[in-house]
Every structure is written in structure tokens, then in C-alpha cells.
């Protein structure tokens, strides 16, 4: 989603998830009024993303005007430029005012501080290549390099004093770190290119300009290279620059006679060595900063029109509950040997009310007989239902001849028909009559839950193992819960 939406999608999520329903800033009836704009404007059947931006563009409505810092937060640009021209013009200052060829009028041909600027350059390239790659050179960034990773990109607000929301605060600072990290490295990767071509361009504006103000002299100097070292050497690094500028490096024999004794001064004309060195950093420095800095700048707008949010499993619940809170939520229970009673069967509405609504109609079928487990027919039966629920008795031994195959059968025509996420096959197990039977008896009951487990894990059924006509039905509730959380899990990314 884009970053704006993002902001504000966040932002509602940790007020949902902080704020109590009394809450002045954020109330239950707030809440409701978005959920309800929401799906007057997307639709009840619309997908998941739609809902969540359309909720959060709405509850910003009355969000912002009670929390002013929140509102500036989200309404702030979206990149900030003051930051990278403040390091732009740093770099290109340092570069102008730096000795870039060494001592005032006297150039050394292999030791001037401009080689330093272009090697650190090529180390530079060498570790983005390695990342290319997959490959890694060093850690991941310092802390000083995530300070300028929020100074260029968005940081999350900072909770006002003396504020009631300051959990929310802190939970939005958290979530926006992680949503907005590939965001804000591609961000502080084209700053600090700028930064860096900035510097060598830079370095070139003071070679000309001091230049035209000194009479520099060219030699060099070394205790370990002879003239035909140093020829090679400077034909490496000079050449591509020779060749584009046409300026023709001297032979072995020049490079020879600019060779200076212990304490002689240079007397070559320094110009043409000028131009090369400044027309080698604009090579090796200025020009592929520059397309780093594009890269990572169209990467980073890139990211920021489609920034990836995580939701975990049960706050999409929560949204995809909102959501369809007016539509009718049709379940279809298929028993398999003997139907449920009608008390076991209120158990499991009432279980699932709290997940799915009160809008919630529960089709019972007839049960299958043993043995017709491949003639019962289902696709009708179970396409379009929000939920298919495949009842079994856990006394009942499991078999993959029997049980195994309407398993396979239920997965396959459920999953066929679920055209959104809210569609699921349930296995529910109810506990009721194992329990009266083994009372008492844990280690027989895991032992049954175990193989009941197994059987299911073979047709990528989930088993939910419940005592709908015993037990505390917030224990229910709460299983059914899980359920439903572990079967949206992992937790879905919108972008």
C-alpha cells in the first residue's frame, strides 16, 4: 500500500490495539463509525486491503483533530529533502576546501589524497556487488547509520507529554520501524551517494580552482619503484581518462625524467595531470554515485507506493470480523456416523459467534454412513459456505480408508470454493462422549488427539478438539479463537 495509507493504517492499529473502549482519544464508538464508513465505501465482500485503508482513512477523520502530533506525522512528506541537501552540500564543501593533490603548488603523481577518495570508492563497490550477490562484508548497519536512516526517511512520532497514549506510541514506533526499513535503507543509500558524488565533484571544483590561482608542478617520489613501475602503474589508473580526453600520458622515459631527488622540487607543468585526476574521480566517483543515488532513489519511491504491511493473524481477524459484521456468515456442519445433538450444535453456534458474528447461520447435514464416505456428495454442498465444519467423535479410531477419505474430500471442496480468505474446512473433534467414557484418563486422550493429529496433518486439515455439552464455554470460545488465528497465520502482508 502506499506509504500515506501505510501511516495511517499503523497508526488506527495501535490505537485498536491500546486504547480501551472510554478511551477520548479512540472509543468504541469511534471505532464502530469507521468499521461501518468502511463498508459502506469498499463493501463487505471487498479484499482484506481495501477494508483496512478504507477504516484507517476514515478513523483518521476523527483521530487528527484530537491528536495533533499523530496528524502531522502522518501528513508529513514523504521523503525529506532538507537532510540530503544538507549532506550534499557538506560533502561538496569538504570537497572543495580538501588539498585533493597534496602540498600547495607541488603535485606527488602517486600520492596525492585523491587516490584515497577514489579507493574507498572501490571498496564501496566491491561491498554493494558482494550484497548483490547475497554475499556479506560486514554487519549490518551501526546505530549511527540507523539515525540517518530515520533522519532521511519518516520517523515514527514521539508520544506528547503527560499523553494517554503513549502505549499506542510505542507500539506504533515498533511496527513502523520494521514496515518502513527497506524503505528508509533505499533512502539513505541515495543520500549518501549524493554525499559521495557531491564530494568528488567537489574535489574537481578545487583542483581547477586552485589551479587557476597557484602554479602547481608535477613529480613523484619513492623509495620502492622504479620508472617502469610507475609507468605501468599510472597508465592503470590514468588511462581510461587519457583515452577519453585525449591527453597523452608520457612514455617510460617521460615518466623517468619526472622522477625528484630527496629534497628537489617539482618543474613539470601540472595541467594535463589536473585534467586527468579530475576527470578519473568524475569516472570512478561522481558518475556511478550518481545512478546509485537513482537506483536506490527509484527503489525507494517504489517502496513507498507499494510499502509491505504485516498484519498478525489476529488483528485480520479482527478487521475481516468488521468487515462482515452485517453479513451473514453461513456455516455447513458435516457429520460424519451420527449428527450432533441440538445442545452440542447451540454450543458450537454460540463458539463461534464471537469470531464470526451474530449474523451466523449453521446448515446441519444429514450424517455419512459408514462406508459411503466416497458417495455422500459435497461440492454443492460446501462451496461458498464461510465455513465447513467436519464433525467427528473422538471415540470414534481414525482410519484413512474411512475418515481419511471424507477428509480429503471435505479440504478438496472447500478449498476449491474459498474465493476470499474467509472461507475455511474446519476437523472438529468434539470431546463429549471420550470424556464421560475416559474421565479422568489424559494420557488415553492425548493418544487419541495425537492420532486424530496425524491423520488430519496428512490432508492439510487443522483439528480443533472441543467438549460442546461439558466444559466452560469461554473455553470454547477461546479454542475457537485459536483456531482461526493459527489457520490465518502467518501473518499476511499487504502492499
Not at 554525499?195 to 565533484?201: F, H, P, W
Not at 608542478?217 to 580526453?245: E, I, K, M, Y
Not at 478438496?412 to 474446512?425: K, L, N, S, T, Y
Request: aromatic content about 6%; overall charge positive.
Amino acid at each position: 500500500m502506499r506509504e500515506h495509507d501505510a501511516r495511517k493504517v499503523r497508526a488506527v492499529q495501535a490505537f485498536d490495539a491500546t486504547c480501551p473502549a472510554d478511551h477520548p482519544l479512540w472509543t468504541a464508538e469511534d471505532r464502530a463509525w469507521a468499521s461501518r464508513v468502511a463498508r459502506d465505501e469498499v463493501g463487505s465482500d471487498a479484499p482484506a486491503h481495501d477494508f483496512i485503508v478504507a477504516r484507517a482513512r476514515a478513523a483518521m477523520q476523527r483521530l487528527a483533530p484530537r491528536d495533533a502530533r499523530l496528524a502531522q506525522w502522518v501528513d508529513a512528506p514523504a521523503a525529506r529533502g532538507t537532510p540530503v541537501a544538507l549532506i550534499v552540500g557538506l560533502a561538496l564543501a569538504a570537497g572543495v576546501l580538501a588539498p585533493a593533490l597534496g602540498a600547495l603548488e607541488s603535485i606527488d603523481l602517486l600520492a596525492p589524497p585523491v587516490w584515497a577518495v577514489v579507493a574507498w570508492n572501490g571498496l564501496v563497490y566491491l561491498v554493494l556487488a558482494l550484497r548483490l550477490f547475497g554475499g556479506r562484508l560486514f554487519t549490518p548497519p551501526s546505530a549511527l547509520a540507523r539515525w540517518l536512516a530515520r533522519w532521511t526517511g519518516t520517523p515514527a512520532p514521539v508520544a506528547p507529554r503527560r499523553s494517554g497514549s503513549a502505549e499506542a506510541y510505542k507500539m506504533l514506533a515498533a511496527q513502523w520501524a520494521r514496515d518502513a526499513a527497506p524503505m528508509a535503507g533505499s533512502r539513505l543509500a541515495r543520500a549518501l551517494h549524493l554525499g559521495a558524488a557531491a564530494l568528488g565533484a567537489g574535489l574537481v571544483a578545487g583542483l581547477y580552482l586552485r589551479g587557476v590561482v597557484f602554479d602547481f608542478r608535477a613529480g613523484w617520489q619513492s623509495t620502492f619503484l622504479d620508472a617502469p613501475q610507475v609507468h605501468t602503474l599510472l597508465s592503470t589508473l590514468l588511462g581510461p581518462a587519457s583515452v577519453l580526453s585525449g591527453i597523452a600520458l608520457p612514455d617510460r622515459d617521460g615518466v623517468a625524467a619526472l622522477r625528484l631527488a630527496a629534497g628537489e622540487a617539482a618543474r613539470a607543468p601540472a595541467a594535463a595531470w589536473i585534467h586527468l585526476y579530475a576527470l578519473t574521480v568524475a569516472l570512478t566517483v561522481v558518475l556511478p554515485r550518481l545512478l546509485l543515488a537513482l537506483a536506490s532513489g527509484l527503489r525507494a519511491g517504489h517502496l513507498s507506493r507499494r510499502l509491505a504491511v504485516e498484519f498478525d493473524a489476529a488483528y485480520l481477524q479482527a478487521m475481516r470480523r468488521e468487515q462482515g459484521s452485517h453479513r451473514p456468515q453461513h456455516v455447513v456442519v458435516l457429520p460424519h456416523v451420527q449428527a450432533p445433538s441440538a445442545q452440542a450444535t447451540l454450543a458450537l453456534r454460540a463458539a463461534l459467534v464471537p469470531t464470526l458474528g451474530e449474523a451466523l447461520h449453521i446448515e446441519l447435514l444429514a450424517p455419512v454412513p459408514f462406508g459411503q464416505e466416497d458417495e455422500t456428495p459435497l461440492d454443492g454442498a460446501v462451496r461458498g459456505k464461510s465455513l465447513a465444519v467436519l464433525w467427528f467423535d473422538l471415540t470414534a479410531t481414525p482410519e484413512a480408508e474411512q475418515q481419511g477419505r471424507l477428509m480429503a474430500r471435505v479440504a478438496q471442496a472447500a478449498r476449491a470454493g474459498a474465493a476470499e480468505a474467509r472461507m475455511w474446512p474446519m476437523l472438529l473433534l468434539d470431546e463429549t462422549a471420550f470424556g464421560r467414557r475416559f474421565a479422568g484418563d489424559r494420557e488415553r486422550r492425548g493418544q487419541r488427539r495425537e492420532a486424530w493429529r496425524t491423520l488430519a496433518q496428512a490432508y492439510g486439515l487443522r483439528p480443533l478438539f472441543v467438549e460442546l455439552e461439558s466444559g466452560e464455554a469461554a473455553a470454547r470460545e477461546q479454542a475457537v479463537a485459536r483456531w482461526f488465528e493459527a489457520e490465518a497465520a502467518p501473518a499476511a502482508a499487504i502492499s
